[in-house]
């Protein structure tokens, strides 16, 4: 749905009002002195939270600024152009997404996967309108290019949309009769159809329950049998984690890929923070759970990778407690060193990272990846120097920056996730998070396909046309 006048009135208004202080977000002040990029991914990640919670016209908004201050950016305009489908607003989505497909390179090594999410997300847009048969080809497409890439929970979100808008590609025939509420009539062929796209979800995610609830709902409704088919095995499944960290160590390496770097170098955060907080689950402060995590990490990592460390903490222009590069430290001496560690000053993130570079090798052709665990944003800056200009440096070197962190998902930390985010997702790396309250490792990642989800109405034999005919059903639809 388009935005009234007023509403722009209103925006415009609150927008110049606030001048060189700061913008309106949820209540907050939003800093207008920070570089483009850090403030986009300011507002990326405020969206991101809004849409997570229903929120979906602040959430436009945010992602409508970032967008904006960042339109090279696939996933801001990936972000923008769903959250105006979602909105009604499909032809502007559509504006939006088509773009986002022209900012996947030929070269780029997740092409294939960019542009099935972005043709995906186009099909959403029309559906979220109720025009189901501009949906369809988009999500047939996103089907038959995600069936090449392995990526099967992907594929299984797919093939739901796609069952449910062929189920309900019927919206010219709504009408009432007899006292029924708002419905439109669904021919048995249709929902045949619809039976096999929610058996293929189910078939590549057995453990996507909303394609489970579906393709149970019309096995029931078509009186069809049906086999369940059981959950792959072979794949890592996630566990709860126990007070202890027994595993937690393990889901470290495999979500953040540690094994698969030639040279890694731990830059860990001793600042003040660090002491200050709890891990709930572990009984002990942060500063010690990442001690542990890194002894429990070091024994895992294969013994061909070289390793270094370097500490975050401090004042800005005071030298690090530990700076080994890649190589220049054995195993044994590294965890003599990690066991003595002392909490000490602030969280001068730049400033390390800017040096990062002279801990590895010039070597182009070995994989390189600093592993940063930290619960707190850069508090130095270094000659005008920002966060989200040095990560594309560190890409250019072919560094990544994969993260852990002990913080939560919430506005409060807004400026460390927006570097979190600058960082990895510049340099293609991962970021995971402790959630204290569950107790486990969660991937942090805005995952917006996951929200596409959603279960068909409820439906009835039809008796509008009379007895004769028989292969009608009345899906029942929300005024």
Known sequence: MKKTIWYYSL????????????????????????????????????????????????????????????????????????CLGRL????????????????????????????????????????????????LPLLRDAVAMQQKIPQKSLLSVYYNALGKAILLNQGRNAHRRNYQPLHYHVHRRDMEKAFVAFEAAVRADPENIVAVHNYLQLADTLKVSFILPEADTSRAQRQEYRPTFLNMHKTIIND???????????????????????????????????????????????????????????????????????????????????????????????????????????????????FLISDGANTCREGGMDICEWATELAAKGIAVNVLTFLSTTSDNTDAFAEYLCLAENTKANIIYLDNYRCRLEPFAFDMVKTCQSKIPPMERSRCLGPSVKELWNVWVAE
């Open 11 to 82: 925006v415009l208004l609150l927008l110049g009002g606030f001048g060189a202080q700061g913008r309106l977000i949820s209540g907050k002040t939003e800093p207008t002195d920070l570089p483009p990029d850090k403030q986009a991914y300011r507002l990326h990640y405020q969206g991101s939270l809004q849409y997570a919670e229903g929120k979906y016209r602040q959430a436009s908004g945010n992602f409508e600024r970032a967008y904006h201050l960042f339109p090279e950016n696939f996933s801001f305009a990936l972000a923008h152009g769903l």
């Open 88 to 135: 009604g607003n499909a032809s502007e989505a559509k504006k939006v997404l088509e773009k986002a497909r022209q900012l996947v390179t030929p070269n780029d090594q997740e092409r294939q996967q960019k542009l099935a999410m972005a043709t995906f997300f186009l099909g959403m847009s029309f559906s979220y309108s109720d025009r189901y048969s501009e949906a």
């Open 256 to 370: 953040l890929k540690l094994n698969n770097y030639d040279e890694l170098v731990f830059l860990v955060d001793i600042s003040g923070s660090m002491v200050m907080e709890k891990v709930v689950c572990y009984g002990a402060d942060r500063f010690t759970a990442m001690k542990d995590l890194c002894l429990k990490i070091l024994p895992e990592i294969d013994t061909s990778i070289e390793l270094g460390i370097g500490t975050i903490g401090g004042v800005c222009d005071s030298p690090p407690d530990l700076w080994f590069a890649s190589g220049g430290i054995n195993r044994v001496d590294l965890r003599s060193k990690l066991r003595f560690l002392i909490p000490d000053g602030t969280t001068p993130l730049l400033t390390m990272l800017l040096r990062c570079p002279e801990l590895f090798s010039d070597n182009p052709q070995r994989s390189k990846s600093i």
